[in-house]
Nanobody, 125 residues
């Protein structure tokens, strides 16, 4: 339901863009979110974006280096100034959303209809 791309090995200080292309459902009817799970840690939310792209919300730890954006069919996550602490499996997710929603928080994990399988990102020199 998501076709994912963009992960791999990245050097510290570098940037990457992760993509999740929706397959079989109209992503433009859904809000999107990104999560990540580092080795040995629980999955944590990175941030989310409304279905029309007009509103977004980021976890405090993600502000400044992480950017979520989207087009009609694909969700993106850009990460700058990568460090080893960004090594994780990154997940995209989508939840059915009303138009014009203003996000003051992201839905909890239980609220998502579609999940990506995960994109491995390893930051290492």
């Amino acid at each position: 339901q998501f076709v994912e791309s963009g992960g791999g090995l990245v050097h510290p200080g570098g940037s990457l863009r992760l993509s999740c292309a929706a397959s079989g459902f109209p992503l433009d009817y859904y809000g999107i979110a990104w999560f990540r799970q580092a080795p040995g840690q629980e999955r944590e939310g990175v941030g989310c974006m409304s279905r029309d792209g007009g509103s977004s919300h980021y976890a405090h730890s993600a502000k400044g280096r992480f950017t979520i954006f989207r087009d009609t069919n694909t969700a993106y996550l850009r990460v700058n100034s990568l460090t080893a602490e960004d090594t994780a499996v990154y997940y995209c997710a989508a939840w059915p959303s009303d138009p014009g929603m203003v996000l003051r928080s992201c839905p909890t994990s239980a609220g998502y209809t579609y999940w990506g399988k995960g994109i491995q990102v390893t930051v290492s020199s």
